[in-house]
């Protein structure tokens, strides 16, 4: 079953700096979009559906410290990981970034197999799921690395796609996810495939889900896509 690949921005003004972070991040398997400055990295914020930023400080253009801000002030952002890169070293810069919103603050140079495991371990936290982690949610688990789905006492047979849709929900319950986003998150953005398409595999979820009978823990949020709970 294929497992779903996570995307981090890498915001660089550095070219050969960008370059070994890219060559790096896509050695892991990891998805990777590039900025070279600050206000082409607001531009894919907004394009792009991301796990995970890597921000430089000093950046032509809009700054790091106030893209990291701005990314944060966004509720649908909140929850993404910044990991702020930057040559000031002093605590008093670490303590401005992380106060701004930055989720970890690496000091250059640094050694790109850290900032691989930082990596890690924070998409390890926002995407448990995706990163092989067990998740519950009410009477629903999913163990990722097993890629078996248990509701209450029954074992449930679901299809890879119905598997990337359910672990995407049970990673952030209660947020709204519209259908192009969840194109984005389950299909990826270089396939193109109709909205409707993720309909049909909803009612495929659901008829799985609710298969013993029980609540439907999936819900319709008109005009708007669809929620966990």
Sequence with gaps: ?????????????????????????????????????????????????LDLILLDWMLPGTSGIEICRQIKMKPAFRMTPVIMLSARSEEVDK??????????????????????????????????????????????????????????????????????????????PGRVWSREQLLDRVWGREIYIDTRTVDVHIARLRKALNQQGGQDPIRTVRGAGYALG
């Design 95 to 172: 303590v401005r970034g992380l106060e701004t919103g930055a989720d970890d603050y690496i000091c250059k140079p640094y050694s790109v197999l850290e900032m691989i495991a930082r990596v890690k371990a924070h998409l390890r936290r926002s995407r448990p799921g995706a990163a092989g982690e067990r998740l519950t949610h009410d009477d629903i688990m999913i163990d990722a690395e097993t890629h078996k789905v248990i509701r209450g006492e029954s074992e449930l047979k679901l299809g890879p796609t119905e598997f990337r849709l359910l672990t995407t929900f049970m990673e952030r």
């Design 1 to 49: 079953m294929a497992k779903m690949q996570l995307t981090v921005l890498v915001v660089e003004d550095e070219p050969a700096q960008r370059e070994v972070i890219v060559y790096n991040l896509v050695s892991e398997g990891f998805r990777v979009i590039e900025a070279g400055d600050g206000n082409e990295a607001l531009l894919l914020i907004e394009e792009e559906e």
